[in-house]
């Protein structure tokens, strides 16, 4: 009969080597193959994962990215609980679509504003450190939601890199409710919008799912996430809407058919 004790340790161990592994970032791969469809630059693109969210967020679709010739990684950036920046990694500027894995390890924040001052200070550290002078934003959830704040209220500071693409995957913009209709971020966010014309020429693509017969994707109400044409609307920045019927949140950033179409937005359009 095996003990109780041992069957409790075995248990354990093999919970903490799960989440070892499905919390471990995925390593730098290189581009397998260019393909003729795809244009390749040295503007980097960040993967930004929503609330409760880790390297599994985004490895699968990094992975496929790169042994698919879309683009491939080349760095982690890991924000500690203090806020600090780690990079792992190598920044060479080659024109391959480099991507950067971006990491919170306060993940479970009672909002996003940290998030915001944290992709903030990691665009500042690629401008300074490193000569970033534009990039790419994929962000999920609540992960896309502080972009799009970071990119209004800081996007016009001259050490901060201009804006080419945004992907928003499932991002609640405006979180009003009924209980509470002012959603005090939402109204900082409309309050500052003219401040897009310092990222005029940058395109902003806002992926939703839905669930069967429902206007939510089970974590994210629609018009959450389409409250944003409020905050681009009359701006120069090209603003497209995807809406993926029958994707619930989870899978805007797993499903196979989001990676196809992540790489359209960023490098094929």
Same mark, same amino acid.
Do not use: C
């Given at each position: 009969?095996?003990?109780?004790?041992?069957?409790?340790?075995?248990?354990?161990?093999?919970?903490?080597?799960?989440?070892?592994?499905?919390?471990?970032?995925?390593?730098?791969?290189?581009?397998?193959?260019q393909r003729p469809d795809v244009h390749y630059a040295a503007i980097p693109t960040l993967f930004i994962p929503g609330w409760g969210g880790g390297a599994i967020t985004y490895n699968g679709m990094l992975r496929w990215f790169a042994r698919h010739g879309?683009?491939?990684?080349?760095?982690?950036?890991?924000?500690?609980?203090?806020?600090? @920046? $780690?990079?792992? !990694? %190598?920044?060479?500027? *080659?024109?391959?679509?480099? &991507?950067? +894995?971006?990491?919170? =390890?306060?993940?479970?924040?009672?909002?996003?504003?940290?998030?915001?001052?944290?992709?903030?200070?990691?665009?500042?550290?690629?401008?300074?450190?490193?000569?970033?002078?534009?990039?790419?934003?994929?962000?999920?959830?609540?992960?896309?939601?502080?972009?799009?704040?970071?990119?209004?209220?800081?996007?016009?500071?001259?050490?901060?890199?201009?804006?080419?693409?945004?992907?928003?995957?499932?991002?609640?913009?405006?979180?009003?409710?009924?209980?509470?209709?002012?959603?005090?971020?939402?109204?900082?966010?409309?309050?500052?919008?003219?401040?897009?014309?310092?990222?005029?020429?940058?395109?902003?693509?806002?992926?939703?799912?839905?669930?069967?017969? @429902? $206007?939510?994707? !089970? %974590?994210?109400?629609? *018009?959450?996430?389409?409250? &944003?044409? +409020?905050?681009?609307? =009359?701006?120069?920045?090209?603003?497209?809407?995807?809406?993926?019927?029958?994707?619930?949140?989870?899978?805007?950033?797993?499903?196979?058919?989001?990676?196809?179409?992540v790489a359209q937005l960023l490098w094929v359009n």
């Amino acid at each position: 009969m095996i003990k109780k004790w041992h069957v409790a340790v075995t248990l354990g161990l093999s919970s903490w080597l799960g989440v070892r592994w499905v919390t471990r970032p995925g390593r730098p791969e290189p581009l397998v193959t260019q393909r003729p469809d795809v244009h390749y630059a040295a503007i980097p693109t960040l993967f930004i994962p929503g609330w409760g969210g880790g390297a599994i967020t985004y490895n699968g679709m990094l992975r496929w990215f790169a042994r698919h010739g879309y683009g491939h990684k080349i760095a982690t950036i890991r924000v500690d609980w203090a806020g600090r @920046r $780690h990079f792992s !990694g %190598s920044w060479d500027s *080659q024109a391959t679509n480099p &991507l950067i +894995q971006v990491l919170f =390890d306060h993940s479970l924040t009672r909002d996003y504003q940290p998030q915001i001052q944290w992709i903030t200070a990691i665009l500042r550290d690629l401008y300074r450190q490193y000569g970033v002078r534009q990039y790419n934003l994929v962000g999920h959830s609540w992960g896309g939601s502080a972009a799009v704040n970071s990119l209004v209220l800081h996007g016009p500071s001259p050490d901060i890199p201009r804006l080419n693409r945004l992907v928003l995957l499932g991002a609640p913009v405006d979180e009003g409710t009924a209980q509470h209709p002012v959603d005090a971020t939402f109204e900082r966010l409309r309050a500052a919008r003219h401040q897009l014309r310092a990222n005029e020429q940058a395109q902003l693509f806002n992926v939703y799912g839905t669930l069967p017969g @429902r $206007h939510t994707d !089970g %974590s994210v109400p629609v *018009q959450q996430v389409t409250a &944003l044409r +409020q905050i681009v609307a =009359d701006s120069a920045i090209r603003y497209d809407e995807h809406h993926i019927a029958g994707l619930g949140h989870g899978r805007l950033h797993s499903a196979r058919q989001m990676y196809q179409l992540v790489a359209q937005l960023l490098w094929v359009n």
